[in-house]
């Protein structure tokens, strides 16, 4: 199962666009399942919330709804997340959305080392991402891609991104579809 997590919010997105186009040369014979991420029941992790997913974790009982999102994740084959580069990093709602997933025992573990150790099936992970100006990963595909190569076990992070499309003199509509012409190379 191919996992798309969805961030993008306006109902006509250049992220998005290139996300499906990139979903369509992935997925063969394999599902999709699209989590759009505005349209989830997403919950921030307050201190109550925290409470008892620490509570059911120690238990090792991971049947309840809350850890939905985390199996979902660690079960998939692929993923692909697509999100645009906001206020240099990615909608708040991919970070609750991450949040949410980050359960030990079901992404990761611990090893006696104390270092973590992913569970996730996937051994890729798509980014997908676009900027009105300069693309800078640090804060945003930088994070991804440590917390899914080091925490979640994905041996493979590919950042796929177009820059640039709001700045004069640059062709938006050019750079979104050489972007997508191109996608075979990235996967």
């Known amino acids: 199962m191919i996992l798309y997590i969805n961030s993008c919010v306006r109902e ?3 992220t998005d666009k290139i996300a499906r ?3 369509e040369i992935l997925a063969k014979s394999e599902e999709i399942t699209e989590l759009k991420l505005d349209k989830e ?6 201190n109550e919330r925290l409470q008892q997913r620490s509570k059911l974790n120690a238990e090792n ?10 199996k979902q994740f660690a079960s998939a084959d692929t993923i692909v997340i697509s999100a645009p580069y906001w206020d240099f990093s990615f909608p708040t ?5 991450i ?8 992404v990761s573990e611990y090893g006696s080392d104390g270092q973590p150790k992913g569970l996730c099936k996937a051994k890729k992970l798509y980014y997908v991402t676009t900027a ?9 595909y930088d994070y991804i891609k440590a917390l899914a190569t080091e925490h979640f076990g994905i041996d493979e992070v590919r950042l796929i991104k177009a820059e640039m499309l709001d ?8 750079i979104v579809n050489s972007v997508i012409e191109n996608l075979e190379k990235n996967i």
């Open 167 to 174: 700045v004069d003199g640059f062709n938006s509509d050019e």
């Open 41 to 46: 029941n997403l919950q921030y992790i307050d």
């Open 12 to 14: 006509i997105s250049r």
């Open 132 to 140: 009105g100006g300069k693309y800078t990963p640090n804060y945003s």
């Open 93 to 97: 709602l991919l970070k609750m959305y």
């Open 61 to 70: 009982d991971y049947d309840n709804s809350i850890f939905k999102y985390a």
């Open 21 to 23: 186009a990139l979903l």
């Open 99 to 106: 949040e949410n997933i980050y359960v030990t025992g079901i």
